[in-house]
């Protein structure tokens, strides 16, 4: 049963409710929000980066045997959903990275705003107008009291194309 392959592949690997770092030396890392365990990795690589999945307790044994088996690096951090100052914390323990570049959705870069984790937003604007209803955005954050983050700019460069890099410093 799949219960029993579990259980054996957890007694030859740890205990599946622990972290789990695949060994070996890897250029990068392309961590990934997955509180739900609903991601069905094919490899443990995107574009020669190792693939961490950033999971909660919630997810089965089954997920991760199945993220085991594919060499696919591990870390828990939270209950019911993902505790960002947690999982920063493990990402610099177990894999030495200091430095992230966001490149989730609003959801994911309001969720770190909100909770204080971005020191710097660095922006290409393109010269597009696009103002179709429902086009996403750089940050979504309920309304829950949280106020607005001041930005204060620190650099400024025109790149081909008359695109801008923008790069701003997240005051607190």
Partial sequence: SDA???REHADSAGDPREDFVVPGDFDGF???LDAHGRLAWTSNDIDGDHVVAVLTERVSDDYLTFLRERGVSYLLAGTREVDLPLALEKIGARFG?????????GHVNGAMLRAGLIDEVSLLVAPVADGRVGTPTLFDVERDGTLPRRLALEHVER??????WLRYRVER
């Fill in 4 to 6: 029993e392959v579990a």
């Fill in 30 to 32: 392309a961590f990934a």
């Fill in 97 to 105: 990275v200091r430095t992230l570049m966001l490149e989730g959705g």
């Fill in 159 to 164: 790149r081909d194309g008359d695109v801008l």
